[in-house]
């Protein structure tokens, strides 16, 4: 259409920037913004950024540092280009990345962005440099634009030059968090826990079905503590609102991420034991083995918790898989300390896990301990825990070889004529195919295993 602009959104960290990212490009799509996923073509490049760890930030400083260059060489060829920086490390470091990076024209926080169309059109209009970073009172969700049926999905998959749909989406359900672990921004950068209306939700994975999509997973910082208000006027948590949408006709498959385990109440547990529809996959952090180092972790569960929770996931849903997220050299750690870590791996056997060392964020409690770890004891804990993490990873892979998996194929491969889809477990499988099973849910027999990835045939 002419007029119209471009707009390229590079999305760092989790599942919820995705989304988010989606939104973005969804919410400028009225005011003349086409979605593009070359950099080059951009008139307009935003950077969803993450907090988590340091070095996710050095990125977003060392990225910025390129689109200066990029910026300075099209305004000498006669072209503006703007530069936003959103998400996490924009709400916690607002006004640093305005004196630090000239190149920025708009940052705004991830509960503001439903405002970035009027920030960008002032900061091209006026020639200003602008920073909302508010928490403001109205629900973003309610002001951006709804999903439509008829409009691709703003990341789309492609494989060999094939545009195709998505057959799985994320959605986000619930935001913020009130649990304040010592080592975590996001009740800095996300705000306090809120849950967004149940029939809002419900509404938005209508839509997605009707884009095609067969796999939602529901997204949160804390989503197990999700407490919406239903439509009958009832407050619904996640196991409600899951059966709720495992009565929509076309979601074949549901997730959730990501969890703590406090919040992990008994409806949650019998919804695994009782819905097809929700796959055996739990994302558990537990982020360390000693009790010592979770009570300075303020995660306000023990490790005899964590494991009678684990029993009783496991006692209602026997096929179930364990992920989990765990941290190493967290400030005062010892070596008994993170001996209990590998301990707690090793009874627990999990299928996958995520594995970091500890990174001091500005503003947190953790961060002022006068207890901090050297680099180098951290670093070599982290490979000794990634071994063992390693080996059950590989473990639970070579343990689904001549097994039959009901697989979402999702696109094609890197290879001609190959599909990759998901098993029940969230591994990806590679099989051969016709692109037209693309969307589809098939039954594959797997016969390789890799650390990452498993093989197999369609048995369709």
Known sequence: MAGRKTVYVKTFGCQMNVYDSERMAEALAPHGYDSTDALEAADVIILNTCHIREKAVDKVYSDLGRLRQLKDERRLAGRETTIAVAGCVAQAEGAEIIARAPVVDVVVGPQSYHRLPDLLLKAQSEGRRLIDTSFPEDDKFEHLPARRADEPEPA???GQGIVTRAASAFLTVQEGCDKFCTFCVVP?????EVSRPAAAVIAEARTLVE??????ALLGQNVNAYHGIGP???TWTLARLLRALADIEGIERLRYTTSHPRDMGDDLIEAHRDMPKLMPYLHLPVQSGSDRILAAMNRKHTVADYRRLVERIRAARPDLALSTDLIVGFPGETE?????TLDLVAETGFALAYSFKYSARPGTPAAKSDEHLDEAVKTERLLRL???LDGQSRAFNDGCIGRTFPVLFERAGRKGGELVGRSPYLQPV???GPHDLVGRILPVEISAAGNNSLSGVIRA
């Open 188 to 192: 800095y950068t996300r705000g306090v």
């Open 211 to 216: 884009r095609g999509v067969a796999e939602i």
């Open 156 to 158: 789309q998959k492609r």
């Open 336 to 340: 008994q300390d993170f001996q209990a």
């Open 386 to 388: 990634q071994d063992r």
């Open 232 to 234: 009958d006027g009832t």
């Open 430 to 432: 590679h099989a051969a």
